[in-house]
């Protein structure tokens, strides 16, 4: 593994913010607690930050509360140029951000890059957004009196984010929030707050600016979770819970949320299958698998999950992946070259592996991987990426969310098999397809039980499209027109 460079430039970690911020100040957390974060490629410790208690969560829900009036009253268009000049500052900090997401969440610094501009997206996307908050008049059917819809902020929200992409998963439910006019506490994932930490502090410094309610943005990280966000969830001032992460969490939260009679968007678990049919272009199937695989090393919720392949095409595809996995470097994500870096903790590394043995005992065949890299060079969470063949429907690596780089091929004799198996799931986040047949894409997208498809693309993600799943991948969409409508409640007047 090529030598490490510090993970966190001094110059950033000087003025890093640690603790809570809560009505436009940043505090210790009541009783002072801290938790560490560390560094998934090394397991050193890097920073102690604030650990919020319920009390702080109650007092960030009442400075988001208190600041809601004015906030909602602001017009329109400085909304958008708040937003506006969010977006500008965080690509102008683009080196800060990817340092910190690369450094707390393991990510090689080009994927943090990336994920910065897609991050910064959200909030340039809704800063367009803020000022095509719509209505409608129309004359009702009975032609008896004229009806009126009209678009209110729902309220503070409170917004739970996941480790894997700690800017971009927090830009997506801040910036339509602010859009739309409501305030917003967020409790970023305890494995990377740091990101999510300077990203409040850069939208404070521009509210601050501008004379405008610094309460907008309250930010709790915590080392209980649990302890915090329960509390909240029957808080009367809170009217808004959005969350990401696993399907089992999102159900607890969901049942919390039902006793204030929360509006909820849900972004589950996925399975997702990536098809590739014998039509298929077989080069660009196994780059578009790459990409939709092995973005942050697999954790991703719209990682592919199981790849279902034509029997005609299996070996030249699997042998293709293969030959694309083994070429990519694994090691620190801050050190020059590497492509796949680290998982987020040794339990997850323990999982990965517990799903590869699980599909070798079933009778599938490790073409690439299969093992950790040697622990002398690689001293942190590291698993290599792997392709499995021959694997059976029923291994765990099919079933459940690997989240990790391992690739199981699974072969199929016809499109009706191959869709009865990518539905075959309680799942239905995304899916992929390869094929050249137009038709056949069209029959996916009316049949594919998932709430997005890539054809011929290994990448969906985008702050324009509406983001989200079925089944039991979650509720409501981030992103595109209708992430703004997930802060928006609408009156209906009849004049
Ligand atoms: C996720 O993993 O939850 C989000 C990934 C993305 O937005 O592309």
């Known amino acids: 593994m090529a030598p490490t460079t510090s993970p966190v430039p001094p110059t950033l970690a000087a003025h890093l913010p640690t603790e809570l911020l809560i009505g436009g100040h940043w505090r210790p957390a009541t009783g002072g607690g801290t938790f560490a974060v560390e560094d998934p490629a090394t397991g050193a410790e890097l920073f102690d930050v604030a650990s919020a208690t319920p009390e702080d969560g109650a007092d960030a829900l009442a400075a988001a509360h208190e600041a809601w009036p004015a906030w909602r009253a602001v017009a329109p268009r400085v909304r958008a140029e708040v ?54 008049v129309r004359t009702a059917p009975s032609g008896a009196n004229r009806q009126i819809v009209m678009h209110r902020p729902v309220g503070p929200a409170l917004l739970v984010t996941p480790w894997n992409f700690p800017l971009a998963m927090a830009t997506r439910k801040i910036a339509p929030a602010l859009a739309a006019g409501c305030t917003v506490v967020i409790k970023p994932a305890g494995f990377t707050p740091l990101t999510t930490m300077l990203f409040a ?49 999102g159900q607890v939260l969901l049942k919390g949320a039902a006793d204030g009679v929360l509006r909820t968007s849900m972004e589950l678990g996925g399975n997702a299958p990536f098809l590739v049919f014998e039509d298929a272009d077989i080069p660009a199937a196994v780059q578009g ?11 991703t919720c719209v990682a592919a999950n199981r790849f279902l392949v034509h029997e005609s095409v299996a070996e030249e595809f699997s042998r293709g992946l293969a030959e694309a996995f083994g070429s990519l470097v694994v090691g620190a994500g801050s050190a ?32 690439v991987g299969g093992d950790r890299p040697d622990r002398a060079t690689h001293s942190g969470h590291f698993y290599n990426p792997t392709v499995l063949t021959g694997v059976s429907p029923d291994a765990r690596a099919v079933q459940e969310e690997i989240f990790g780089p391992v690739a199981p091929v699974v072969t199929f004799g016809s499109e009706a098999e191959a869709l009865a198996l990518a539905n075959g799931t309680p799942f239905g986040l995304v899916a992929y397809a390869y094929t050249r047949d137009v038709d056949r894409a069209f029959r996916l997208a009316e049949q594919v039980e998932a709430g997005m498809l890539g054809i011929n693309r290994g990448m969906v993600s985008d702050a324009s499209a509406p983001f989200g799943g079925v089944k039991m991948s979650g509720l409501g969409r ?17 004049l």
Do not use: C
Request: glycine content about 12%; charged content about 25%.
């Open 336 to 367: 020059p070259g590497t492509t796949v870096g680290p998982l987020i903790e040794a339990a997850a590394v323990d999982s990965v592996e517990a799903m590869v043995a699980d599909a070798v005992d079933g009778g599938a065949r490790v073409l």
């Open 201 to 249: 502090e850069v939208v404070r410094a521009e509210l601050e600016s501008r004379g405008l309610p610094t309460g907008v943005v309250n930010v709790v990280p915590t080392g209980s979770s649990g302890r915090l966000v329960g509390p909240l969830l029957s808080d009367p001032r809170l009217r808004k819970l959005s969350f990401t992460g696993s399907t089992e969490v």
């Open 83 to 136: 937003l506006r000049s969010v977006f500008e500052t965080v690509m102008a900090r683009i080196d800060d951000f990817a340092a910190l997401i690369t450094a707390e969440g393991g990510k090689p610094l080009a994927e943090s890059r990336a994920e910065t501009i897609y991050g910064a997206e959200y909030v340039r996307w809704y800063s367009e957004q803020a000022v095509r908050i719509n209505g409608m």
């Open 289 to 299: 698998a790459v990409a939709a695989k092995m973005r942050n090393a697999g954790q």
């Open 478 to 494: 981030e992103g595109g027109e209708a992430g703004i409508e997930e802060y928006l409640e609408s009156i209906y007047v009849a």
